[in-house]
């Protein structure tokens, strides 16, 4: 795939999708962890993608560009996916239910005080 400008969010997320529909991606160790503990298989995860959107972008990480997305699975559950935006493979960072008290809404994060 060509370089992409990760500041473009609608064609992050369609490079996103288009990797993801093509099972090019590793699912790190934590995302793993993440999964397990939160009971979320890969196919809710691929289907968060293909419904999602990215929320926030990080295109100046320090380990690299990447994004939250945040979509919905078949049961109507709320998923976050971590993701990087700019490598010629997904990865897949973290995935979780966005949830009280680090969130108020799937879309809406909580203020640190």
Do not use: F, S
């Not at 369609?14 to 995302?31: L, S, Y």
């Not at 994004?67 to 919905?72: H, I, R, S």
């Amino acid at each position: 795939m060509n370089e992409v400008d990760v500041t473009d969010l609608e064609t992050v997320l369609e490079r996103i999708r288009v990797q993801a529909d093509a099972e090019n991606m590793r699912v790190t160790q934590h995302a793993q962890g993440e999964m397990v503990e939160e009971n979320i298989t890969l196919d809710e995860v691929l289907q968060a993608i293909a419904t999602g959107r990215i929320i926030e972008n990080y295109p100046e990480h320090r380990r690299g560009a990447c994004c939250l997305v945040n979509g919905v699975v078949q049961n109507g559950r709320p998923l976050h996916i971590v993701c990087t935006t700019a490598n010629p493979i997904l990865i897949i960072i973290t995935v979780y239910e966005p949830k009280p008290p680090k969130w108020i809404t799937p879309t809406q994060r909580r203020r640190q005080r």
